[in-house]
Each structure stands twice: as structure tokens, then as C-alpha cells.
């Protein structure tokens, strides 16, 4: 069983991961806490009771900051939180597939336990000024993040993952 709040690690250029992050971390309330990617510690990886990963691909990778993050805590964790839930919120243009493929590698390093769907938003982004604006994430898609969110901040405390 789990112990410790959701913790919610995002990184975002445009805006799409950055909202979606912020609509999950809303839904759970008090039972998680919102960082972005640069502000983890291990420390915070240690003290979470399960994790929601929010990035975007970059060029068919995971965003550098959610890499870096990544870098700097895999080994100070290892072997330590074994076991823990995560899911996955990849902002994509087109695919999301490289970045999905990086994180869950990185997870089952951890031997941590996916308890959602892979979740790519695919914002069809193709052409360079397309890709770099701003981006506003549709209201279904908010409300996904907000049950997101929901589920498994409960599904930690209820001790059910």
C-alpha cells in the first residue's frame, strides 16, 4: 500500500501540460501536491504516495526539464519506491509515442505499477508557428485531467493501488 499524497510532476512550453497538471492537481485537492519538473528532489519522489507525470514530446522525446528531473533522482530513489502508482499526460503535436515510451521505461526501472491508460493529447500541431503558440486545452480534455486527478489521489489514500 501506498502512503503520501499524489504528487504531480509537469513541465510545459506551450501551455497544454501545464494546464492539465493544474486541472489534476485541483480535482485532488489536498491530497496532492503540484511541482514543476526542476523543483523535485528526490526527497519529493520519496515522500509521494504515487505519481501523474505531465510533459510534452519535444522532437519524439520527453521534454528536457522532465529528462533532467528524471537524471537527478532516478538513482537517489532506486529500489526505494518500488511499487508505487503513476500515470502519464504527454502533450504532443502529432505523436507522443517517444516521450510515453521514455517515462514508462524510466517507471519500469523504478518497478513502479501503472494504474491508468496512457494518455497522449494530441494537439495536431505541425507547422513551426502552430507548434510554438500558446496553446488553450479543450474543456474535455480538462475535465479528463480533473477525474485524473480524482481517481488517483483517492485510489492512494483509500490504499487501493
Not at 47 to 59: D, M, Q, R, S, W
Amino acid at each position: 500500500m501506498s502512503t503520501g499524497p499524489l504528487l504531480i510532476i509537469w513541465h510545459s512550453r506551450t501551455g497544454t501540460s501545464e494546464q492539465l497538471a493544474q486541472a489534476a492537481h485541483q480535482a485532488a485537492g489536498a491530497d496532492s501536491r503540484l511541482l514543476r519538473a526542476e523543483e523535485v528532489e528526490p526527497e519529493d519522489l520519496l515522500a509521494a504516495g504515487g505519481y501523474l507525470f505531465c510533459c510534452p514530446e519535444n522532437l519524439a522525446s520527453m521534454s528536457g526539464e522532465m529528462k533532467e528531473m528524471f537524471d537527478r533522482c532516478y538513482y537517489p530513489v532506486l529500489g526505494r519506491i518500488e511499487g508505487r502508482p503513476y500515470a502519464t499526460v504527454i502533450a504532443a503535436g502529432s505523436d507522443g509515442e517517444g516521450a510515453q515510451r521514455q517515462i514508462d521505461r524510466i517507471a519500469t526501472g523504478w518497478r513502479l505499477k501503472r494504474v491508468t491508460d496512457r494518455w497522449i493529447v494530441n494537439a495536431e500541431a505541425q507547422e513551426a508557428e502552430a507548434i510554438l503558440a500558446p496553446k488553450t486545452v479543450e474543456p474535455e480534455a480538462l475535465d479528463r485531467a480533473r477525474d485524473l486527478g480524482t481517481a488517483l489521489a483517492e485510489g492512494i489514500a483509500q490504499g487501493i493501488f
